[in-house]
Structure formats: structure tokens, C-alpha cells
């Protein structure tokens, strides 16, 4: 087909990606662990370990909802609240509560997800259902936009804000993140995990090349849709490099590690550059 997507005004964008995720929502799983080879989740164990802070062992264990909760309540700190945007089928949401968990004994954690396509919650509310997490406070989903959060979330009142794979897709990336500074505490942190460029010339070919011709030949097979790959290839050319994402944090008020990739950087680079994370503070 001859579909301009590159054409595609900014103000469409929200429905064409709103279509692009109900097409995929059910097989979303199945295309990520075959596109990437499986490696997503390795990027996303990373994302996860290095965002999650120590955290003080619940006193509860077996707490499955608010009533056990009561008992408690003199000496139960506050849960640790995480809102993870564009979060669709619960991907992120579950490997924080499973490493808070399993990793420090600690489920008061609180994680909500904000997704602006239906299609996608309700396939993360059927993959809930079927773990320990179902039915407590722990988890909850909300139909919302990254770039105007739902009102009931309010200034100041969030511990952790990731968004993984799913910043690319909105229209303003500034308004995003400025949101994402309103909601955070003072010392609240913000991970973004996101497509970046490949540094090495080489790799950087054959990634292309694997790209524009494997990914929307899969798309085609697996979901009958190349369409919507096509659309996503492109809109992870289009996405900032590491430095010039780095700046827009920075630009939104957070404080961010120096302006290069690693340790004490404002990024981690993933598998060359495939994936980047970005991290900052609020003051
Ligand atoms: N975070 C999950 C993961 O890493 O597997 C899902 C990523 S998926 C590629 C992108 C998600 O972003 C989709 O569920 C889509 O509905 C959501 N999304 C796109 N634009 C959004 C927006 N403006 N606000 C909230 N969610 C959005």
C-alpha cells in the first residue's frame, strides 16, 4: 500500500496509534518477544532493577486486600506509589511489584497504570487476574492520556513514573514529561525506556536493514497487519537521539546524570543503542 504515514498530520497521530494498538493489543506479547528475539525483557529487567529502590520489607506478608491492611495501619508505611504510563498489558506494573516482592519482601508498593487504549488494559486486566496481585491495591488501570493525566492523580503525590515504549508515540513529548514532573514528589524519579539510535555504523546497517524489511514482513504474518509496523519502524526513526531526549528532561525541570551514556550519565544504552533508558529526579 501506499499509505503516507509519514504524512500523517500530528493531529491524527492519536487515532492512528490508538488503531495501531487495538489491532496488536491481543497478539502484543507474542509480536514483542518475536520481534525483538525475546530480548525486550531483558531491557526491561534492567529498566525495572534499576529504578525499584530498597525497600522496607512489608510487615503483612499475605496481605491480599485493604482488610488485612487495617489491623496494621499504626505501623504500615506508606506505599511506595508508582504510575506506569502507556503501561498496556501490565508488562512493567508486574516485574516492579514482582521485584519489590520477591527481592525485598515488600508489597506495599502501589502500581498504577495509565493507557490511553482500552484494548490494551483490558488485556493487562486479564493477565493480572491471573496473578498474586489480583484484586488488591496493588495494581489498578485508568484510561488516561500521558499528556494530561487523569485528575484524580494529583501534584506531588508519586514515588516513581516510568513509561516504557510508549513516549514515542505522543504528540508532545515536552507535554509529557511536564506532566510527569507535576505528579512526581520532590525526589521522585522518572525512567524512560524507550527505541534509541544505534551507535556503531555497522550494527547501526543491519539494524536498518533487520527493520524495514523483517519487522513488517512479521507484522504481516503474525498479526496480518504490516501496516502498523511500518508505522512503528518509522516512528522509531523519527524518536531523538540520546542527547537531545536527555535535554528535554532536563528542559522539563529534572535533574538528570551528566550528558553521556552509562554510569553517571543521563542514559544507559540497551544491546548498542537498540533501547535507551533515560532517568531523572525532581528536586
Ligand atoms: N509499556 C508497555 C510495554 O513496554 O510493553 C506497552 C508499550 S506499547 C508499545 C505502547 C502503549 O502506549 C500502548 O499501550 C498505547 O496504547 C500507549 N499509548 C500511546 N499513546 C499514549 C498516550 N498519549 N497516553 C497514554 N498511553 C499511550
Known sequence: THFGFRE???????????????????????MND???????????DSFVSTLVPRLPPSLHQNQSSSASASSSSATTPAPFKVLDVAGGTGDIALRILDRAR???????????????NEGMLNEGRKRVAKTL??????????????????????D????????????RNCTSLPAVLSEAYRVLKPGGKIGVLEFGKVSNPLFREVYRQYSFSFIPIMGKILAGDADSYQY??????????????????????????????GKGGAWTDFTGGIATMWTGVKA
Open 34 to 44: 518475536s520481534m525483538s528475539l525475546g530480548i525486550h525483557r531483558l531491557w526491561k
Open 133 to 154: 496481585y489480583y484484586n488488591t491495591p496493588q495494581i489498578s488501570f485508568t484510561h488516561g492520556n500521558a499528556q494530561s493525566l487523569p485528575s484524580h492523580i494529583a
Open 156 to 167: 506531588n503525590s508519586i514515588d516513581l513514573y516510568t513509561i516504557a515504549f510508549g513516549i
Open 102 to 116: 520477591e527481592k525485598f519482601a515488600c508489597r506495599d508498593v502501589e502500581v498504577e497504570i495509565v493507557d490511553l
Open 8 to 30: 500523517v498530520l500530528e493531529e491524527q497521530k492519536e487515532t492512528l496509534v490508538g488503531g495501531v494498538f487495538s489491532s496488536v493489543a491481543s497478539s502484543y506479547d507474542l
Open 232 to 261: 512503528l519502524v518509522e516512528s522509531i526513526e523519527r524518536f531523538p537521539s540520546q542527547p537531545d531526549f536527555a535535554r528535554l528532561v532536563q528542559e522539563a525541570g529534572f535533574q538528570t546524570g551528566q550528558m553521556r551514556e
